[in-house]
Structure formats: C-alpha cells, structure tokens
C-alpha cells in the first residue's frame, strides 16, 4: 500500500501529498486545465472532480492547487483514494 501524507503549503489553496515512493518517473509534470489527459493520468483524475486549476508531480510527492471556493474536507478522502488507486493499491 502507499503512504500517503498530506502536507499544508503556504498557498492556502494547495494541498502536498507526500508519497512513500516516486510520483512519477519523469523530472516533473505539471497538469493544468486544457491538458491532455494522456500527458498524466493521475492529473485527469484529480481534473475530474471539479474545482481543481493545477496538479504538479514530482520526486516523492504530489501538489494539487484548488480554486477558492474548492472544500479542502470533501476533497481530501477523493484525492487521496484517486492516488491510491493510480499507484494500484
């Protein structure tokens, strides 16, 4: 299973998921509205839930950036089974 800890960032409206193994492996990948869902799978998912404007992957670790009005406690659970499931657990 993935360990998944999610981590506060200075920007209020983005959240770190802190992996326990890489998140990708290429240098970074940066999902953003308008991307191509084949360019990261995992970014397409989180894209679907709504309210959501960046997903950037790197090293061990996750970021995603919410709109304003986006609720950290419904979307927290959602992102954290959609990365459990992508990594296969």
């Given at each position: 299973?993935?360990?998944?800890?999610?981590?506060?960032?200075?920007?209020?409206?983005?959240?770190?998921?802190?992996?326990?193994?890489?998140?990708?492996?290429?240098?970074?990948?940066?999902?953003r509205?308008?991307?191509d869902?084949?360019?990261?799978?995992?970014?397409?998912?989180i894209?679907?839930?709504?309210?959501?404007?960046?997903?950037?992957?790197?090293?061990?670790?996750?970021?995603?950036?919410?709109?304003?009005?986006?609720?950290?406690?419904?979307?927290?659970?959602?992102?954290?089974?959609?990365?459990?499931?992508?990594?296969?657990?």
């Open positions: 299973m993935v360990a998944i800890t999610p981590t506060p960032t200075p920007n209020p409206n983005a959240l770190k998921f802190q992996l326990d193994r890489p998140a990708t492996d290429r240098r970074t990948e940066t999902f509205a308008g991307s869902p084949a360019d990261s799978p995992l970014g397409a998912q894209f679907a839930l709504g309210g959501v404007t960046n997903v950037f992957l790197t090293a061990d670790f996750v970021s995603v950036t919410v709109e304003d009005a986006a609720q950290w406690g419904s979307m927290l659970p959602a992102i954290t089974s959609i990365i459990e499931e992508h990594f296969g657990e």
